[in-house]
C-alpha cells in the first residue's frame, strides 16, 4: 500500500438473502481526506460503512487500513483493532446517560487500557477544541442534540484514529448545528490532519468534502 492510502476495499461484495446490497466495491482512501458517501436509500451506503469499520463482514473480498487487512484479524484482536484505529459517529450520539460528558468521552481510551489521568487530560483537550469545556461535567441530557453529537466526535477522536467514520453525523441535527458539524469535520481535516470517511444524504456536507462517491443500487456510480 503506497505511504499516503489509507484504506482499501477490494471487490466488497455482501448480500442478505436473495438481496444484494453490495456488489464488487472497490475503492481507495488516502490519509487526511474526508470522502462523502452518497446515494439513495438502499443503496448499501450504511452497510459499505461497516464492512469498512469491521462491524460487518462482506461475503466477498478484502478491506485494508494501512497495511492490515482486516479480514486475517479475529475476535479480540479485531476489537483492539477497532478501538485503537477507528472512530465512529452515528446519526444518533449513543452516549451512556448515567455518564458525564468527560466519562463518555474517555471509555474506548480505558478500553485500550490507557491511564485514567492520560485519558481525562486528552479528552478535556477535545472538550476545550470543540468549545465545550464548561460541559465536562454533564450528563447527556444536560447537552443540546449538537453538544452531544460534539462529544460523540470527541469519543471518536480520543484514541487518536487513523479514520472517523461517520453514518448520517448530521442527520438529527437542526440546519444550524449541521452547518456547525460540517465545519467542524474541515477544521479537523485540516488541522489535525483527520482522515473522514462519512455516509451522509446530506448535500451541503458532501459538498464540503475532498471527494464524493456515489452508491446506486450497490455499486460505484462513474
Known amino acids: ?38 446515494g439513495p436509500s438502499g443503496a448499501g451506503k450504511t452497510t459499505l460503512l461497516q464492512i469498512i469499520g469491521s462491524l460487518d463482514q462482506a461475503d466477498k473480498g478484502k478491506v485494508w487500513i494501512n497495511d492490515t487487512e482486516l479480514n486475517s484479524l479475529k475476535g479480540n484482536q479485531l476489537a483492539a483493532f477497532r478501538n485503537k484505529h477507528i472512530g465512529f459517529v452515528f446519526q444518533f450520539h449513543h452516549l451512556l446517560p448515567e455518564f458525564t460528558a468527560i466519562e463518555n468521552i474517555c471509555i474506548p481510551a480505558y478500553i485500550a487500557r490507557r491511564g485514567k489521568n492520560e485519558a481525562e487530560r486528552d479528552a478535556l483537550q477535545l472538550l476545550e477544541m470543540l468549545n465545550l469545556k464548561d460541559r465536562a461535567q454533564h450528563k447527556p441530557a444536560e ?80
Do not use: C, W
Not at 461484495?13 to 481526506?33: C, I, P, Q, R
Open 1 to 38: 500500500m503506497s505511504e499516503n492510502l489509507l484504506i482499501r476495499t477490494e471487490g466488497i461484495t455482501k448480500s442478505y438473502g436473495k438481496l444484494v446490497v453490495l456488489h464488487d466495491v472497490s475503492l481507495s482512501v488516502t490519509k487526511a481526506e474526508m470522502v462523502a458517501i452518497t
Open 143 to 222: 447537552l443540546s442534540g449538537g453538544e452531544a453529537q460534539r462529544v460523540a466526535i470527541a469519543r471518536a477522536l480520543i484514541n487518536r484514529p487513523d479514520v472517523i467514520l461517520a453514518d448520517e453525523p448530521s442527520g438529527n441535527l437542526d440546519e444550524a448545528n449541521s452547518n456547525e458539524l460540517h465545519d467542524l469535520f474541515v477544521q479537523l481535516r485540516n488541522e489535525l490532519g483527520q482522515t473522514f470517511v462519512i455516509v451522509t444524504h446530506d448535500l451541503s456536507l458532501a459538498a464540503k468534502s475532498d471527494r464524493i462517491i456515489r452508491l446506486k443500487d450497490g455499486v460505484i456510480e462513474g
